[in-house]
């Protein structure tokens, strides 16, 4: 073999090169084949996987839409309907589970009332069908008012078997069927003065056939449905969608069917032409909301009051959060007067004069004629103020407290001195004086009532206290709070309250209504069941701790939201307090 040449030897190495070069790019092209292969496989998992899930998805959503029982606003017409509420029994049941602890709630208990005023066991006999839904809506019929009952059902079969049951055990009765349009009719040859039928997903139950044919008739016309009704609609989208029960009450049809002629009640409620109310239930509690419609062109210079400032609660601090029966708190109660001016100008042309004249008549009692509502009380009324009832042996406490000021102060100083000098007199008596062997001589005589003031002084600030007669009063100006109470210890509380700049628990109970309002109240229903209802009636409050309510004004309607929290537990109050004392209580 010749020995190859240096130019061979180049032409065989890059060859060789060439060679290895393509081997390395053929098994980097496989590798890139079997990766790409790979990755085909996984997207295309991944793009099905996402696509079944979507379609699956979209099936869910048309066969809920299809399957699921519409609102009673679809079904019931705009013109006819005076009010409707629909439950949902689902979350109703959920609601029960968790105040089991209270005898009125227990399962039992409520079966057994259930089956006493239906005669229907609900366990075994209805809810093998019942659905999630049920509503009770009230009709305009000429001056009378109709009701109708619905009630979602899974089978009709199981609902056609339940009712059934209500025929008269003899064998005569039976269930008699009659076609109506696309709908049958159900009544009993005998017993059981009512028809049902079954419209959508609901058996509808009413106590005539007539009016059972127009709900029916109604619900087909579909431009005339409740759910297009424009207030309807307003009313419903300034409200959460309540998933325990929503609510609807037309006003202007309550009118309608009851022909009112009333100069007084019929304005007024030209106003507020219908209101929606929804509920919704969380861990804690229950918490409802209304709105009311305003209609502004009833109104004269078609606008309503409302506040540029919202309420924020500062004065509840001060206030003892044991044995609170009832609390009401807002800002700016002079704009709620005039606001109340307003109304009243729309109800009468003189309504405006004649409640200022009522507001200066009870002036004039209290105070006497020296005192000016413009002057001396208005302004008393511009800044924050809350007011209290507490349990105090078996008559109720009191206690106001407002924002003031050194011309507030001097204000109050001057209502005390004028309120003593008018409500020292006894109310005109008649006393007979004997005549021997005649009738008694009358005279009529008017008394000074006794009246006492002193002052104390409790951590450094001047308490006055009054008395009249059996009446007594104790108030105090601490830094910027006028405080004023017929409980001297309850004011001696609010005193620590304030100089111990204690912290409440009331501001973060209060919240759910506090947030947002213009003005707040609260209820504390245990103690008012115990105070003012029966023992039957009362039970039902026991679960509840308190009721509370905030109201919102807007330029087109009111909001109002309650808030009911559960009393499954007593949680202790603590009050933390810091050494400091702030220059100012409202501002620390």
């Known amino acids: 073999m010749s020995k190859l040449s240096k130019k061979e030897r180049a032409l065989l190495h890059r060859k060789k090169h060439e060679e290895k070069e393509a081997l390395v790019q053929k098994k980097q092209h496989e590798k890139d084949l079997r990766k790409e292969f790979r990755s085909n496989i996984i997207g295309g998992w991944i793009l099905a996987v996402t696509g079944i899930f979507a379609l699956s998805v979209i099936a869910a959503f048309l066969l809920s839409k299809f399957f699921a029982a519409k609102s009673l606003a679809e079904l019931l017409p705009q013109k006819k309907t005076i009010a409707f509420v629909e439950i949902n029994t689902n979350d109703a049941s959920g609601v029960l589970k968790k105040v089991q602890n209270y005898e009125a709630y ?45 009630l979602q059902t899974r089978s009709q079969r199981k609902t056609l078997k339940t009712l059934e049951t209500l025929r008269l055990p003899q064998g005569k009765d039976s269930l008699v069927k009659e076609p109506y349009k696309n709908y049958t009719l159900y009544t009993f040859s005998l017993s059981q003065n009512f028809y049902f039928t079954f419209l959508d997903r609901y058996v509808v139950i009413a106590d005539a056939k007539p009016f059972l044919q127009k709900i029916l008739d109604y619900s087909s016309e579909n431009s005339s449905l409740l759910a297009k009704d424009s207030w309807y609609i307003k009313a419903r989208n300034n409200l959460p969608q309540g998933k325990l029960f929503w609510s609807y009450v037309n006003i202007e049809a309550l009118i309608t069917t009851f022909k009112t002629k009333s100069n007084l009640i019929e304005p007024f409620l030209s106003i507020f032409p219908s209101f929606g109310m929804s509920g919704s239930s969380k861990n804690s509690g229950l918490t409802f909301q209304t709105y009311f419609n305003i209609e502004k062109n009833n109104l004269r210079d078609q606008q309503f009051f409302r506040f540029d400032t919202k309420y924020r609660g500062k004065l509840l601090q001060f206030l003892e959060e044991e044995g609170l029966l009832s609390v009401h708190g807002g800002h700016d109660l002079e704009l709620q007067l005039k606001r109340a001016f307003e109304i009243a100008n729309e109800i009468h042309p003189l309504g405006n004069t004649l409640f200022e004249a009522m507001l200066r008549e009870q002036k004039n009692t209290y105070f006497g004629k020296d005192i000016s509502l413009e002057n001396d009380i208005y302004p008393l009324l511009r800044g924050e103020y809350l007011f209290a009832f507490l349990e105090k042996g078996s008559d109720p406490s009191f206690k106001l407290l407002l924002e003031a000021n050194e011309q507030s102060k001097e204000s109050i100083l001057k209502l005390k001195t004028q309120y003593l000098k008018t409500a020292s007199f006894e109310s005109p008596q008649v006393r007979e004086i004997p005549v021997e062997g005649e009738t008694p001589l009358q005279e009529v005589v008017s008394s000074r009532k006794n009246i006492t003031e002193r002052e104390e002084t409790y951590r450094d600030t001047l308490i006055s206290h009054l008395t009249i007669g059996d009446f007594a009063l104790s108030y105090a100006f601490l830094q910027d709070i006028f405080i004023l109470t017929d409980d001297a210890e309850s004011m001696k509380k609010s005193i620590d309250r304030v100089l111990d700049n204690a912290s409440s628990n009331l501001l973060n109970e209060y919240h759910p209504v506090l947030a947002s309002s213009d003005e707040i109240s609260v209820w504390y229903a245990n103690n008012f069941a115990s105070l003012l209802l029966d023992t039957q009636v009362g039970a039902y409050f026991e679960p509840l701790r308190f009721i509370s309510s905030g109201t919102t004004l807007f330029e087109d309607g009111i909001s109002i939201i309650f808030d009911l929290p559960y009393q499954l537990s007593h949680p202790a109050s603590s009050v933390s307090k810091t050494p400091s004392q702030p220059q100012s209580a409202l501002n620390p």
């Open 106 to 150: 227990k399962i039992d208990t409520l079966s057994s009332l259930f089956e006493k005023e239906t005669g229907f066991h609900f366990e075994t006999e209805l809810k093998p069908w019942l659905g999630k839904k049920i509503g009770i809506a009230f009709f305009q019929e000429g001056n009378d008012v109709k009701r109708a009952i619905f």
